[in-house]
Every structure is written in C-alpha cells, then in structure tokens.
C-alpha cells in the first residue's frame, strides 16, 4: 500500500506545497520514503542524483564536465544538485546512471524531483524544496513491499529514455522481470530492484519512440504491465493516470474549473479543498489532460 498524488492547475499556484500537504494526509499508507516532482520552467538544466559515497564526487563531475558546462553545484552528503548547460540530456542522464554508486533522481530544465528514506518530515528537512509559482507536481509515500528501502527506490523514478518524465505508483508489476529484461535489451540502466523502475523506464522508452505521446505510452503500459497498479505520470506540460482492470488500488479524481488533482483517498483533497468531492476512477481507464 502506498499513497499517490498529483496537481495541475490552471493558473500559477503553488502546486508543490499543495501536494506535499496531500502527501501528510495519507502518510498512513506508507512511512518508508517519500518524494516529489515539480515541474516549472527554469532558465538552465539542473541535476539532482544521490552519491553512495561522496568519494564519488570527482568522477561525476569528470563525467558531467564531458558533456555540459556546470554553473553551479551543491554537494551535501549523499546528493548532488548542480545547474548546467548541457548539449544532450538523454546522453547525460545515462552516463551518470553508468557509474556505480550514482543515481540520477531527475535532469531538466522543467523538472526537480527530492526524495528521502523515511516520512515527510525527513524529505522536507533534508531538502530545501522550493516553495514557488508551479503548476504541476506529483508526490507519493511509499510502503516498500518488493524491495529494499533505498533512497533510489523511492518514487518519483525518471528515466533517460525521456527524463522530463516523471511517474508515480500504487500496487504491484507481476511481469518485472520480463519487463526488466526487455527494456535492458533498449539499453535501460536498472539502479534499483523496485518494479516501478521497469514502468518509468517502459513509459519513457515508449515516448522516446513515439514522439512524446504520453497518452498513447500510459495504454502501452496498462496492456504491457501484469498485477494490480494505479500510476500517475507527468511532464511539464502534462499529466495522466493508467489503471490496471482489476481496478483494486484506488484512484480518484477531481476535475475542477482551477485544477485538476489526483489522490488515493478523498482525505487527500481537503488539502485543496475542504468541499472538494473526488470520484472514483473505473478500471482499465486511462486518461491525460494538458496545460
């Protein structure tokens, strides 16, 4: 069990300090990470990765420096932030993902993802998650079921395939290893053993092939995926759900004339709203809207 949530907003509010107030609501559900994304437009790419040792420091900025000007940098233990100006992302994200010891958490001139071990209180002490004008996050609280509590496996989980993609998740991917196995054979760098691994990477591999679609790459992946499961995704211009055909996790949605927002549990969107009635997504059901 594990809580999702997602805003997107018509007008500029300040979507991230909402959803991490969603997040406490349904803190219940899973106490062993959490994280967020954010998603706004920023002037240079920044990037956000966790070091296993900060003995690794020089030989990501050697690897950084070969494919990007670095602007900036903010060490701390166990991460690394910078802002760049980079000739390829997609080239970047996956020669940071191969080195051992380094794990990309997002790459983007319109994405920032911060997540931490432990409840929220831990994610918002740890990282100074910007409270700012954003139209779009995703966040979830994680109950870690098939693999270990690492910061890595925490979600949101990016991939190089299309790493202005962000996903979040509920439930259980029955067919990871075949999943894990087909998208090794595209070149996916798996840092993890959490089966949401396999459907960032599958979503985005699927994006990378068809253009950015992300509508057509969440159908893919609710056909493609086995077990019972609810995933938002987003990019910075988007954002939609899958829902497996059981249809057990719950998903349930608010469309107002301000916002969209997505949630597991109708507690969640008294954060937005002290009236605000969400509805129950049906199974099988895939869905994306737009800024």
């Given at each position: 069990m594990c809580g999702i949530a997602g805003i997107m907003s018509k007008t500029e509010i300040d979507a991230g300090t909402l959803t991490l107030d969603m997040m406490r609501l349904v803190q219940h559900r899973g106490r062993d990470a959490s994280g967020i994304a954010l998603f706004s437009g920023d002037a240079f790419v920044t990037l956000r990765a966790s070091l296993k040792s900060n003995a690794l420091l020089?030989?990501?900025?050697t690897v950084v420096g070969a494919y990007a000007s670095m602007l900036s940098e903010k060490p701390s233990d166990?991460?690394?932030?910078c802002t760049l100006k980079p000739l390829n992302v997609n080239a970047l994200h996956n020669a940071i993902n191969d080195i051992d010891g380094v794990s990309v958490h997002s790459l983007g001139d319109s994405i920032k993802v911060y997540k931490e071990n432990g409840e929220i209180t831990n994610l918002t002490k740890r990282h100074n998650i910007?409270?700012?004008?954003c139209r779009l996050a995703i966040g979830h609280v994680r109950m870690a079921t098939e693999s270990n509590s690492d910061v890595n496996a925490a979600h949101p989980l990016t991939s190089p395939f299309y790493p202005s993609l962000a996903i979040v998740h509920n439930g259980q991917f029955t067919n990871y290893y075949n999943t894990r196995r087909f998208l090794e054979s595209k070149g996916a760098k798996f840092k993890t053993q959490n089966?949401?691994?396999a459907a960032s990477h599958l979503i985005?591999?699927?994006?990378s092939q068809n253009g950015g679609d992300l509508s057509d790459a969440l159908r893919y992946a609710a056909n493609a995926l086995d077990g019972?499961?609810?995933?938002?995704?987003?990019t910075?211009?988007?954002?939609?759900?899958?829902k497996d055909n059981l249809g057990i996790k719950p998903m349930l949605i608010a469309d107002t004339p301000d916002c969209l927002i997505l949630g597991s549990e109708q507690i969640e969107f008294s954060a937005v709203s002290g009236d605000l009635y969400a509805d129950e997504t049906a199974p099988g059901e895939v869905r994306v809207w737009n800024i």
């Amino acid at each position: 069990m594990c809580g999702i949530a997602g805003i997107m907003s018509k007008t500029e509010i300040d979507a991230g300090t909402l959803t991490l107030d969603m997040m406490r609501l349904v803190q219940h559900r899973g106490r062993d990470a959490s994280g967020i994304a954010l998603f706004s437009g920023d002037a240079f790419v920044t990037l956000r990765a966790s070091l296993k040792s900060n003995a690794l420091l020089p030989k990501l900025r050697t690897v950084v420096g070969a494919y990007a000007s670095m602007l900036s940098e903010k060490p701390s233990d166990g991460f690394f932030e910078c802002t760049l100006k980079p000739l390829n992302v997609n080239a970047l994200h996956n020669a940071i993902n191969d080195i051992d010891g380094v794990s990309v958490h997002s790459l983007g001139d319109s994405i920032k993802v911060y997540k931490e071990n432990g409840e929220i209180t831990n994610l918002t002490k740890r990282h100074n998650i910007p409270k700012t004008k954003c139209r779009l996050a995703i966040g979830h609280v994680r109950m870690a079921t098939e693999s270990n509590s690492d910061v890595n496996a925490a979600h949101p989980l990016t991939s190089p395939f299309y790493p202005s993609l962000a996903i979040v998740h509920n439930g259980q991917f029955t067919n990871y290893y075949n999943t894990r196995r087909f998208l090794e054979s595209k070149g996916a760098k798996f840092k993890t053993q959490n089966d949401t691994e396999a459907a960032s990477h599958l979503i985005a591999y699927i994006m990378s092939q068809n253009g950015g679609d992300l509508s057509d790459a969440l159908r893919y992946a609710a056909n493609a995926l086995d077990g019972v499961f609810c995933i938002i995704a987003a990019t910075p211009r988007q954002i939609g759900f899958a829902k497996d055909n059981l249809g057990i996790k719950p998903m349930l949605i608010a469309d107002t004339p301000d916002c969209l927002i997505l949630g597991s549990e109708q507690i969640e969107f008294s954060a937005v709203s002290g009236d605000l009635y969400a509805d129950e997504t049906a199974p099988g059901e895939v869905r994306v809207w737009n800024i």
